[in-house]
């Protein structure tokens, strides 16, 4: 009786254990927390507006660049005489407040110098208006730009300078929201070319930004490919291809799905094709590591956060390509964001392993930190084989080699020929994104080719970013004009500047869009 009471009881507790050990393996996986940090946007940013008067309850910012105040400015009759006593000059960094009457707006004059008629220097003077008259709780006017053209550029630097990422901020304090209106008597002409270009620029830097300032549980490949794939959303003459991890193995991109293949999230290729003309399309290509541990080669704690921005170049094409389509831009172009997250895990690939890419070349993996080339190897050579480019650009946040040679101003350019690096060169004097050439060399070509067991290696060759450059090259065909921008120095900003907050620039979205309308090879 005993016995049987036992097993009884044996048999009623494996039945227990078993359905307890069972229960897991029906359950649905959860990526990361299953719980999302926030629902919240970010806080509301001052609109844009233009006008040919001054809105009567708007506070005004007059820009001069010497003492004549514009003409068409319904200003209070001592302003001549505040300018001549407190020695007010129009030179740049200048402010003088003209007292106002009891209750009145505010009005400032503001010294502008008289080399800033060039773009980039108007979009400069709206990033330090918005952002020193960030407290001011009324609306605010703009005058004084001498054109339409102007006028759109400094509205474009006031919508870029206001930017803000707080929708994770539980305390955040809600800013003034009263609209900025540029005024002007081509108030109309202006608010035409904002609204056509200007404003789309914006969007997609704006875009980029937001994508890279999100935290790696928040932005992975599959969310990165939705929250593009909605900004593109209904945009005519875009289409958008999407490979899934067993899409790209079909097709033996062992490169990308190899980096990837440590983590939950599965790598994905986001192509996105807009077609504003006809011909073959220039191919801009986009390194997207959502997050970079480093993998096994695992990279040290201190400043690893930064790494959730490792898919910055992913993020401009993503922007580039919202601005070129929303513009109606009459170009074609391709952008590809190669997107894996780059985790150590049991099924992580190993230094020592070799991988095959799409074309069948194979690479011997020295460090597996040296990733985001990997994930640009199968994009270049799909996009070639399939999209038939007549050109290529490739930007990646790639080196840190590029860090400590060029700091925070500029990123590093690489190029065959020298009409290719003038044409990216002339681009970044236009938009401001910098860039410095640096030098492609036969010795580090032939350092990436010696491998003993494979075609090429991807690291052990120079910590400098001319051999990352050079793993990318032997990639994309020789006659294919191509070039490669390693922005690893300026995806971040340390510091508040006109038009960037402390954060994410969204570097590379004015220079790609930039390069697609004006580079073609002679």
């Given at each position: 009786?005993?016995?049987?009471?036992?097993?009884?009881?044996?048999?009623?507790?494996?039945?227990?254990?078993?359905?307890?050990?069972?229960?897991?393996?029906?359950?649905?996986?959860?990526?990361?927390?299953?719980?999302?940090?926030?629902?919240?946007?970010?806080?509301?940013?001052?609109?844009?507006?233009?006008?040919?008067?001054?809105?009567?309850?708007?506070?005004?910012?007059?820009?001069?660049?010497?003492?004549?105040?514009?003409?068409?400015?319904?200003?209070?009759?001592?302003?001549?005489?505040?300018?001549?006593?407190?020695?007010?000059?129009?030179?740049?960094?200048?402010?003088?407040?003209?007292?106002?009457?009891?209750?009145?707006?505010?009005?400032?004059?503001?010294?502008?110098?008289?080399?800033?008629?060039?773009?980039?220097?108007?979009?400069?003077?709206?990033?330090?208006?918005?952002?020193?008259?960030?407290?001011?709780?009324?609306?605010?006017?703009?005058?004084?730009?001498?054109?339409?053209?102007?006028?759109?550029?400094?509205?474009?630097?006031?919508?870029?300078?206001?930017?803000?990422?707080?929708?994770?901020?539980?305390?955040?304090?809600?800013?003034?929201?009263?609209?900025?209106?540029?005024?002007?008597?081509?108030?109309?002409?202006?608010?035409?070319?904002?609204?056509?270009?200007?404003?789309?620029?914006?969007?997609?830097?704006?875009?980029?930004?937001?994508?890279?300032?999100?935290?790696?549980?928040?932005?992975?490949p599959e969310s990165f490919v939705a929250r593009v794939q909605e900004a593109l959303r209904g945009i005519d003459n875009v289409s958008i291809e999407i490979l899934e991890p067993e899409d790209m193995r079909r097709l033996n991109m062992g490169a990308i799905v190899g980096v990837g293949q440590g983590s939950p999230r599965g790598s994905r290729m986001m192509v996105m094709t807009y077609k504003g003309a006809g011909g073959p399309p220039l191919a801009l290509m986009g390194k997207g590591i959502t997050f970079d541990t480093g993998g096994i080669s695992l990279k040290p704690n201190t400043g690893m956060w930064e790494m959730k921005g490792d898919m910055s170049g992913a993020a401009a094409v993503s922007g580039a390509i919202l601005s070129l389509a929303k513009s109606?831009?009459?170009?074609?172009?391709?952008?590809?964001?190669?997107?894996?997250?780059?985790?150590?895990?049991?099924?992580?690939?190993?230094?020592?392993?070799?991988?095959?890419?799409?074309?069948?070349?194979?690479?011997?993996?020295?460090?597996?930190?040296?990733?985001?080339?990997?994930?640009?190897?199968?994009?270049?050579?799909?996009?070639?084989?399939?999209?038939?480019?007549?050109?290529?650009?490739?930007?990646?946040?790639?080196?840190?080699?590029?860090?400590?040679?060029?700091?925070?101003?500029?990123?590093?350019?690489?190029?065959?020929?020298?009409?290719?690096?003038?044409?990216?060169?002339?681009?970044?004097?236009?938009?401001?994104?910098?860039?410095?050439?640096?030098?492609?060399?036969?010795?580090?070509?032939?350092?990436?080719?010696?491998?003993?067991?494979?075609?090429?290696?991807?690291?052990?060759?120079?910590?400098?970013?001319?051999?990352?450059?050079?793993?990318?090259?032997?990639?994309?065909?020789?006659?294919?004009?191509?070039?490669?921008?390693?922005?690893?120095?300026?995806?971040?900003?340390?510091?508040?500047?006109?038009?960037?907050?402390?954060?994410?620039?969204?570097?590379?979205?004015?220079?790609?869009?930039?390069?697609?309308?004006?580079?073609?090879?002679?």
């Open positions: 009786m005993i016995s049987n009471r036992f097993s009884k009881l044996a048999l009623s507790l494996s039945a227990a254990a078993l359905a307890l050990t069972a229960a897991p393996a029906v359950a649905q996986p959860v990526i990361v927390s299953g719980v999302s940090p926030n629902i919240a946007e970010n806080t509301q940013e001052r609109p844009v507006r233009f006008a040919a008067r001054v809105p009567s309850d708007a506070a005004l910012v007059v820009l001069m660049n010497d003492t004549q105040v514009p003409s068409g400015l319904d200003l209070p009759a001592d302003t001549n005489a505040w300018i001549e006593a407190e020695d007010f000059t129009g030179k740049a960094g200048q402010t003088l407040d003209i007292p106002a009457g009891p209750g009145e707006p505010r009005i400032m004059l503001m010294g502008i110098s008289s080399d800033d008629s060039e773009p980039t220097g108007w979009r400069e003077i709206g990033g330090k208006i918005v952002q020193k008259l960030s407290s001011v709780n009324s609306p605010f006017a703009i005058a004084g730009a001498p054109d339409a053209a102007a006028m759109a550029d400094v509205a474009f630097g006031a919508t870029l300078g206001q930017y803000r990422f707080d929708r994770y901020d539980s305390d955040r304090i809600a800013k003034p929201t009263g609209a900025i209106t540029l005024v002007g008597a081509q108030a109309d002409a202006a608010d035409t070319l904002f609204s056509s270009r200007h404003v789309h620029l914006a969007e997609g830097v704006r875009m980029a930004r937001d994508l890279v300032n999100e935290p790696g549980n928040v932005i992975y109606e831009a009459p170009v074609h172009v391709v952008a590809v964001a190669a997107l894996a997250e780059n985790m150590p895990s049991a099924n992580a690939q190993r230094p020592g392993d070799v991988i095959r890419t799409y074309s069948g070349k194979t690479i011997e993996i020295l460090s597996t930190d040296a990733e985001g080339r990997l994930v640009l190897s199968d994009a270049i050579e799909y996009t070639v084989d399939r999209k038939k480019p007549w050109g290529m650009i490739d930007i990646a946040t790639l080196t840190g080699g590029a860090v400590r040679a060029l700091g925070e101003e500029y990123a590093a350019l690489f190029a065959r020929e020298d009409g290719y690096a003038d044409a990216a060169l002339a681009a970044a004097e236009r938009t401001g994104e910098g860039l410095w050439r640096l030098p492609l060399h036969p010795a580090y070509r032939e350092a990436v080719r010696t491998s003993e067991i494979a075609d090429v290696r991807n690291s052990g060759i120079s910590p400098s970013a001319s051999s990352g450059a050079h793993f990318i090259e032997f990639f994309v065909p020789e006659d294919l004009p191509w070039i490669h921008i390693d922005m690893a120095p300026t995806d971040r900003s340390s510091k508040t500047r006109p038009l960037v907050p402390k954060g994410s620039r969204g570097f590379g979205v004015m220079l790609l869009d930039d390069l697609a309308r004006s580079w073609r090879p002679q």
